[in-house]
């Protein structure tokens, strides 16, 4: 009995991978020679090209499509598969009406809005905003693009810190009034259903949002920065996945329009060369891209997790930490990989509809960091990403708990800004 179950599951197998290959529209990015292009063949249903700045790249989809023979075409410098990125908050708490300063232990912990009763926070075990804010607060210069599932930029507690073309702002619906090749991209744009409007149908790219840049007021929630110009650059679909060239178009978008910082809460998919080509287009142009380190409990220096791994100088690896100051049990981590951890556990911020919610995640982590450098290049314009990284890792302050989880610490923001070592 046990046999012919054995056998009989392993057919239905097969036969299912069979059927899934045989009618499955299959998707290819592929990098082709300066001025080159691709002949068309009977198993392309279509070739798409990408118009990204820094390369030739298409998208090729089709049934059946023969990678060795695309391969071995001349014209052909790599091939690869479009894959799919997620992100994965670990945790979503309800939506609030009350949300309040005294509740952002990420930003001043006070031992009593961090834990539980059966795990009590730590007072002091925060990005130390309360000094830094002394220092800097940000600047209306600084651009901080978030790549995620889009922003709601009508959010009352973002919209004063929202980027805005101009042009667009006050030019013609339909129309790409500034000539940048995107139409109708007034606060960002959305690459998940190709226009103009990057509003968040989820929610988790509007939480990372909010941890950069909400609004210093007296109401809701304050970000790391109380001066900045958030771009939503929308990837991610409204169930939270986006493809490679959806990634890659992005991360050109926020190259072109002028980001200063990129802010990545998402990853999966295996090593992609088109992925890795964009970030360090992204480097030459001396823009920082902080991406979260995983949330799958994994060791980053044995197991690749991307974009978080790319080792390009710019990428900026974060893990997440718990209220008390430890690793948050879900966080990935990694002695070499993963640079810097930060706030990551019951985060509250900003959602979609004008709501607060607490999330937890290195999506989470992800975005104290971003805003952290945002504060380090509003008054350090100059800094090469490089430099950004090396200040980031000698001042985070390393509390014992995390030191063998991250080559440096906790990021302090105020020690980061003042380089205090
Ligand atoms: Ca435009
Ligand atoms: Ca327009
Ligand atoms: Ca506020």
Redesign the pocket.
Known sequence: MKNLLGTLGKSACLLTLGVTSAFASQEYIVKLKEGASLAQHKSFSSVETLGVSFGNFVKVTGENIDKEMLSANPEVLYIEKNQEYTFSPVDMGEVLQDASYTKQWGLKNTGRNSGTFWAPGKKGEDINAENVWKVSRGSNELRVAVIDTGVDHTHSDLKANMWVNEA?KN???????DGNGY??DVHGYDFANNDGDPKDGHGHGTHCAGVIGAVHNRAGIRGVMSKVKIIGVKFLTDRGSGTTENAIKSVDYAIKVGAHVMSNSWGGGGFSQALLDSIKAANEAGIVFVAAAGNSRRNNDTSDTYPANYEVENVISVGAMDGAGKKASFSNYGKKKVHVFAPGKDILSTVKSNGYQKMSGTSMATPFVSGGVGLLLSRNPNMTPAEVREQLMATSVRNGSLDSYTASGRMDAYKLIRNKR
């Open positions: 667009e030019g013609e619906p339909g129309v790409d009034d139409v109708d």
